[in-house]
Structure formats: C-alpha cells, structure tokens
C-alpha cells in the first residue's frame, strides 16, 4: 500500500527559508523524487508597516526559521531534506523520528492543499469510496473546482438520490 504524504516541519537557519526551499526543489528534481516530496512551503502573511506616515502592505514569514515540507517518509526523503544546506533538523519528538502535522495543525497554519487535478466531466460515471454510499456508481450532474466538490446522482431503490461529495471522495469508473 502506498504511503500518503503528510506535512513536516523543518527548521532553518533564520533567514535561509527560501533558500532552503530553493535548493530542496533542485535536490528533489534532480533525484527525480517528486513522487515523495510533493509541496515546500514558505508561509507567508501581508503585514501593514508604518513608515514617515505612509501605510504599506508587506510579505512576512508566518514562521521565521521554518519550512513546511509535504512528502511521504521514507529513508531517501529524509536524508534529503535532512541534509539540505540551512537545515538543521525535524520538529518533532526526535531528528531521526519526524512528527508529522495533524490536519487541524495544516489547517490552523493555513496551508492551503494543492487542488485536486480532476479529469472528470458531467455526465461521467463515478464510484463513490467512502460511507455511507461506498461502492455505489454514480453519475456526474455538477461539479465545482472552487469548492472541491462534486454533484452525483446515485441511484437507489430505482430512483436517482443526489448527493454532493468532495473530490477525493470518487474515483473514476473506466
């Protein structure tokens, strides 16, 4: 069973957040590993500075001396961002032992999800994969990308029953 990615914190000198993304991004191209570390992120936040009077809107680090990483734990990911030039470790209980975030913690730091790449059309025939209508077909009357969510119609006692689902909740019927 494939692992799934989660969120890890890493700590940087401060000031070499970018550059510590900067440099993981090659590393991860280079060793063809995107499969396993999908996202690095600097969170940013707009900040109003106050300067001779005049207000202006400016990017700050959320978490100077942190990087958010979103890979699947493996020996070959760990060493790489272990070993990253400005990278002096892992939160968490130990190095050698990365905690990941809960998803209350992702969604607390604001890290947005990358959107879910769909390749789906109305019309479409879906499986559902979770409760309550697991294993049922279904078929595509609406969909909104905005939101990550999908209108279906699911058919039941001879009738069509319509549900609204997110994305990760169907996979395509081929």
Do not use: C
Not at 40 to 54: D, F, L, S, Y
Not at 61 to 89: A, C, H, Q
């Amino acid at each position: 069973m494939e692992e799934k990615a989660q969120w890890y914190v890493i700590h940087t000198y401060s000031g070499y957040e970018n550059k510590v993304k900067v440099n993981l991004e090659k590393a991860i191209e280079n060793r063809n590993l995107e499969h396993v570390l999908e996202e690095i992120e600097v969170p940013m936040e707009e900040v109003v500075e106050r300067k001779n009077g005049k207000e202006k809107i400016v990017l700050k680090k959320k978490f100077p001396g942190y990087v958010l990483v979103k890979m699947v734990m493996t020996e070959d990911s760990w060493y790489i961002v272990r070993n990253t030039r400005g990278v002096t470790g892992f939160v968490g209980a130990k190095s050698n032992d990365p905690v990941p975030l809960t998803d209350e913690e992702v969604r607390s730091m604001g890290i947005s999800e990358a959107p879910v790449k769909i390749d789906l059309e109305i019309g479409e025939s879906v499986r559902i994969i979770t409760a309550p209508f697991k294993d049922f077909p279904a078929t595509i009357v609406g969909i909104n990308e905005e939101k990550r969510k999908i209108k279906v119609e699911v058919e039941m006692f001879g009738r069509a029953t319509p549900a609204e689902l997110d994305f990760n909740q169907i996979e395509k019927i081929y």
